[in-house]
């Protein structure tokens, strides 16, 4: 069995592969729902609070997209993490990271398979989250805005594949999948907190994580480019830094 097989059936037996899809159609099932029915949930919980009113905008697609990109870039990239840290960590246990360094003639050989086959079930567990909030929008909400939807689904890819680089940077100098999933969350969470300012926000590629709540709203494809420029160059650094790092690490 090669490497890229083993990843795919390590994926399929460990099921992985259900936390990541069923998280995100989890959310992209649900938001839109809740999204169009909002004010009669709150009407019924109101309906005992003499007094009380709240009124709200008429729902539209562009929220209810909004509020599934929220929830997928937030809760789905923490599974994502999570999944990947332990995918990454290939040293865990140590017999495992003998086995496979005696075996294998380079790092990236070993590397490489992990990386591609997370990237590519992270992307498409967030592809079908997408299609489900699509599906569900259109049917309660009205006609869907194709072009965004379908610029979301390249940069999405792009962009968890930053992710799962980052999880590999740094599961080549921590040995613990807990401490490799906080330091990661670590990295992801002040990328968005140097946006505060404008000028670099729009160059972050945690920008490309909910691009769909700009995208519906009208927001250009062609606005994310310094984002998309920025996780290819970080991209690379965080594939070149991997394979330094498992290279000089010590069992």
Same mark, same amino acid.
């Given at each position: 069995?090669?490497?890229?097989? !083993?990843?795919?059936?390590?994926?399929?037996?460990?099921?992985?592969?259900?936390? !990541?899809?069923?998280?995100?159609?989890?959310?992209?099932?649900?938001?839109?729902?809740?999204?169009?029915?909002?004010?009669?949930?709150?009407?019924?919980?109101?309906?005992?609070?003499?007094?009380?009113?709240?009124?709200?905008?008429?729902?539209?697609?562009?929220?209810?997209?909004?509020?599934?990109?929220?929830?997928?870039?937030?809760?789905?990239?923490?599974?994502?993490?999570?999944?990947?840290?332990?995918?990454?960590?290939?040293?865990?246990?140590?017999?495992?990271?003998?086995?496979?360094?005696?075996?294998?003639?380079?790092?990236?050989?070993?590397?490489?398979?992990?990386?591609?086959?997370?990237?590519?079930?992270?992307?498409?567990?967030?592809?079908?989250?997408?299609?489900? *909030?699509?599906?569900?929008?259109?049917?309660? !909400?009205?006609?869907?805005?194709?072009? *965004?939807?379908?610029?979301?689904?390249?940069?999405?890819?792009?962009?968890?594949?930053?992710?799962?680089?980052?999880?590999?940077?740094?599961?080549?100098?921590?040995?613990?999948?807990?401490?490799?999933?906080?330091?990661?969350?670590?990295?992801?969470?002040?990328?968005?907190?140097?946006?505060?300012?404008?000028?670099?926000?729009?160059?972050?590629?945690?920008?490309?994580?909910?691009?769909?709540?700009?995208?519906?709203?009208?927001?250009?494809?062609?606005?994310?480019?310094?984002?998309?420029?920025?996780?290819?160059?970080?991209?690379?650094?965080?594939?070149?830094?991997?394979?330094?790092?498992?290279?000089?690490?010590?069992?």
């Amino acid at each position: 069995m090669t490497l890229w097989k !083993l990843e795919i059936a390590r994926l399929i037996r460990t099921k992985r592969v259900i936390a !990541l899809v069923g998280v995100f159609l989890f959310f992209g099932l649900t938001d839109p729902l809740i999204t169009t029915y909002l004010d009669k949930i709150l009407a019924f919980f109101q309906s005992s609070l003499e007094g009380a009113g709240l009124s709200l905008p008429a729902p539209t697609v562009a929220q209810a997209l909004a509020d599934y990109a929220g929830d997928a870039a937030q809760i789905g990239t923490i599974v994502v993490v999570a999944i990947a840290a332990g995918t990454m960590n290939f040293d865990a246990p140590p017999e495992m990271g003998v086995f496979l360094r005696t075996r294998v003639r380079s790092i990236s050989r070993i590397l490489l398979p992990r990386v591609v086959v997370m990237t590519l079930a992270a992307g498409t567990a967030q592809l079908l989250g997408t299609v489900a *909030a699509g599906y569900e929008s259109a049917v309660l !909400l009205g006609s869907l805005p194709w072009a *965004a939807l379908i610029a979301f689904a390249i940069v999405d890819y792009l962009a968890l594949g930053l992710v799962v680089l980052i999880v590999s940077a740094l599961a080549q100098s921590l040995r613990s999948t807990v401490a490799i999933v906080m330091a990661s969350l670590g990295v992801l969470v002040a990328m968005p907190i140097l946006g505060i300012v404008p000028e670099i926000g729009r160059w972050l590629p945690t920008r490309l994580l909910g691009s769909l709540a700009e995208l519906s709203s009208g927001g250009s494809a062609v606005s994310l480019w310094p984002a998309v420029l920025t996780t290819i160059a970080l991209g690379g650094a965080c594939w070149w830094m991997s394979v330094v790092q498992a290279g000089r690490r010590e069992l």
